[in-house]
């Protein structure tokens, strides 16, 4: 008897231990995290990821992604969130140019895509109960239904003549959340990789777009989303004797792109998100192309892995793997289809050559701008002026692979370039590529409020770096960028007005900075000194 109360005296006591740790190393620390003031230290990527700034909203993805609803009056104060004092700036309060008269300024006429999307949806039910009837399997799941306040419909909706987004959409917010929550009932190959029907010459130095390893992933709202892979760590730099035809294409680059385009109040970026996707349950269980579930494998280290087409039948090294299963990746969210919204895809004027030793025009002719300003619709329109846009963009992400560029046909030659494909971005920190900036310092040229909002973010109260780094808090992947990443932003950010700056003193301010939408003022040689 003895020894029985002895075992239970042992047993209370090491309970006892256990509450006593788990109170001390996991309660009480989160209780301090919610008692000690919410402050922010500058330059900590990492600080205040759980708790927002006390200025802030209680949800952190209100305050990251609902930019406008800044209060009009709301001043940075210290330990305050830089990015809602920036959203909050009467810059991004200007009414946009031309202002939106009617049903002609909106992408789509809804009545029209919501009756396309309905026959959509339809097909898409039909042709999942065919695929079920053949292979017997019983499904208990409805048929899809379209929704219309689905957050894909609004977006889709929302396009504008100004961008793809409104700055005081809330529905970019919810498609970022969804997208990152939803699960995925149907998962398959892009259009140009099916293109391929798996043919792959692996003598070509540029290859297709097959070896990067993308999918279309639809999700149970039945919104798209394009699924980029993790290919590269975070901190590892692309080597400097790689061509930027053959870097990696990094996901992360993908959404913090989508940060930084809307940070420059450009919303030419279609809303991405980062996701960690179960490749088995999410990629492999629900997608019905065959030969995208016989690339799947398991790893000599027991992580599901699977290969693009082309590399499979090439090279084995461009399998990616999950962790077992989980694989970090970024979700862009489709654009409305070319049958409904048509889109022209363009040569970029500073395209690259994409062999090893060829140059193109621009790269030997430093007064080339004065050619491509007698070129239509670069003598006229404001499309030149979208173009620099685009370069500094570029610039700032270190973006050598801007080829092409698409508008939607219905804005016409004034319409914005829709900023796709950025995932060669963010590669070399240590680098900066100026040829990308080759369109700003020979035309010498720049939109006004470009400029106004290039220069806000060089001053210490909206540092580019720091709005930057809160913005990305938010991800599911943070951090998406690292530190040295971050720090590059500011100084190419510096690079760039000071390239501006060059020109103002070369030709004159009248000159070089554009006030209108459509100025084309600039000096017959945009070179500077």
């Known amino acids: 008897m003895p020894g029985l109360r002895r075992d239970r005296l042992l047993t209370l006591l090491a309970l006892g231990a256990l509450f006593s740790a788990d109170l001390y190393f996991h309660l009480w620390p989160r209780v301090q995290r919610q ?17 927002p700034p006390a200025a802030a909203s209680r949800d952190p993805r209100t305050r990251a992604h609902n930019f406008s609803r800044a209060g009009p009056g709301a001043e940075l104060e210290s330990g305050g969130s830089k990015l809602q004092a920036l959203f909050a700036h009467p810059l991004y309060k200007v009414p946009e140019e031309p202002p939106l008269l009617g049903p002609e300024d909106s992408l789509l006429a809804s009545q029209e895509a919501l009756r396309y999307y309905r026959r959509k949806v339809a097909r898409w039910n039909r042709r999942h109960k065919m695929y079920k009837e ?61 293109a391929l029907l798996g043919a792959c010459d692996c003598t070509q130095i540029v290859k297709p777009s097959g070896v990067h390893l993308k999918l279309v992933l639809r999700f149970s709202d039945f919104g798209k989303a394009m699924f980029k892979p993790m290919r590269q760590q975070r901190d590892e730099e692309t080597p400097p004797d790689f061509f930027y035809f053959i870097d990696f294409q990094r996901h992360n680059a993908e959404v913090a792109a989508f940060h930084l385009d809307r940070i420059l109040d450009f919303r030419r970026v279609p809303p991405t998100v980062g996701r960690l996707v179960n490749v088995t349950k ?22 599901v892995c699977f290969f693009a087409k082309c590399p499979y039948m090439c090279k084995t090294e461009y399998a990616v793997c999950g962790n077992p299963h989980l694989l970090e990746g970024s979700l ?9 919204a048509p889109r022209l895809s363009v040569p970029n004027p500073w395209i690259r050559s994409y062999t090893l030793a060829g140059k193109e025009e621009w790269e030997l002719n430093p007064l080339y701008c004065d050619t ?9 329109s404001s499309r030149l002026l979208n173009i620099i846009d685009m370069a500094i963009f570029d610039f700032l992400i270190g973006n050598m692979d801007r080829h092409h560029y698409e508008m939607f046909t219905k804005f016409g030659d004034d319409g914005f370039l829709i900023h796709l494909d950025n995932a060669r971005g963010f590669g070399r920190h240590s680098h900066d590529e100026l040829s990308i900036l080759s369109p700003l310092s020979q035309c010498c040229m720049i939109k006004k409020k470009t400029l106004l ?3 806000l973010l060089a001053q210490a109260d909206y540092r580019l770096s720091d709005v930057m780094r809160e913005s990305l808090l938010e991800d599911q992947l943070t951090p998406v960028l690292t530190e040295p990443h971050l720090l590059a932003l500011d100084r190419r950010l510096r690079i760039i007005l000071k390239t501006v700056e060059g020109c103002v003193e070369a030709h004159g301010e009248q000159s070089v900075i554009a006030d209108g939408p459509a100025q084309q003022s600039a000096p017959d040689s945009g070179q500077t000194g």
């Open 35 to 51: 008692l000690r003031p919410r402050e922010r230290p500058p330059g900590c990527p990492c600080s205040s990821r759980a708790s």
């Open 134 to 194: 053949q292979l017997n399997l019983t499904s208990l799941d409805p048929p899809l239904q379209l929704r219309l306040e689905a957050s894909w419909v609004q977006f889709h909706l929302g396009i504008n003549r100004h961008g793809l987004y409104p700055r005081s959409s809330p529905f970019v917010s919810k498609l970022l959340h969804d997208m990152r929550h939803f699960p995925t009932i149907s998962a398959d190959y892009s259009q140009d990789e099916k």
């Open 282 to 303: 999410e990629i492999l269980e629900v997608t019905k192309n065959e030969i995208l579930q016989s690339v799947f494998f398991v790893s000599p280290a027991s992580n």
């Open 332 to 340: 862009s969210a489709f654009l409305p289809s070319l049958n409904l």
């Open 372 to 380: 491509v300003k007698q070129i239509y619709p670069y003598n006229s």
């Open 453 to 455: 909002h290039l220069q």
